[in-house]
């Protein structure tokens, strides 16, 4: 992420320095009229959009992509508002209908960019969404196996050791994609295996062997309502 807006924010910044030493350099500033101050600032404005948006629209998880979109789009419209607001700069004109103009034509412009990167944001904001609901999945399975991986490496009791092993294996072969309809059943797995630390903890073999038995038939609960929900 930080590579990528780096790679976009240093030569964008060299290119707008070059052109406000040209501008200066070249030009006299005092006697810039209104409608070169306003193309002026609508190219800083533009410049500011096109490399701050994509950084605030696009997740870090998914960024290099969602951002080529969002570049592509913001950089059409600073090529086009520097373009426009060159123009104006070079022609300088005077009186109202040239500081009408110049601020009129950029607003229109900014309003199309709106138009066009609304649908980028929205799809972006839902692809971040659906990263952020697969990660707290993937972490459920695997927090669950690994607390059970811990509770396994830390019993002697062959018993224990024996039941847990195929709970490993249940919770392993376990389908990451969940669904809200298991939920609540997710919430109490993992209550459950935090009551199963206790018991271990407090070496209760017989209740910990009863409650793994528990456990299992739950995720293997788990399992059988997805299963119907897929297929």
């Given amino acids: ?11 964008s910044a060299m290119f707008i320095a070059i052109f406000n030493l040209l501008l200066f350099v070249i030009g006299d500033a005092s006697e810039f009229t209104a409608s070169v101050w306003i193309s002026y600032a609508f190219i800083h404005f533009a410049f500011l959009v096109s490399v701050i948006s994509p950084l605030v629209t696009s997740g870090k998880r998914d960024f290099a992509r969602q951002s080529n979109s969002s570049y592509f789009v913001t950089g059409i419209y600073f090529g086009l508002a520097f373009v426009i607001g060159l123009i104006f700069i070079l022609v300088a004109p005077t009186g109202d209908g040239g500081v009408r103009a110049s601020w009129l034509i950029q607003v229109i412009l900014f309003a199309l960019f709106v138009i066009a990167f609304a649908p980028i944001c929205m799809a972006n904001s839902h692809t971040n969404e659906e990263l952020a609901r697969q990660g707290r999945e993937a972490r459920f399975i695997q927090d669950a196996a690994s ?50 630390e206790e018991l271990v ?8 062997v009863a ?17 119907i929900g897929v297929y």
């Fill in 211 to 227: 409650l793994v038995k528990k456990i299992n038939r739950a995720v293997k609960e788990r399992n059988r309502i997805l299963q």
């Fill in 147 to 196: 607390r059970i991986k811990l509770l396994r490496d830390s019993v002697t009791d062959g018993n224990i050791i024996a039941e847990l092993d195929v709970l490993s294996i249940a919770i392993s072969s376990s389908p990451i994609k969940s669904s809200p309809d298991v939920r609540d059943l997710e919430i109490n797995l993992m209550l459950q295996i935090s009551e199963l």
């Fill in 201 to 208: 903890d407090g070496n209760r073999v017989d209740e910990a």
């Fill in 1 to 11: 992420m930080k590579r990528t807006f780096l790679g976009i924010l240093v030569p």
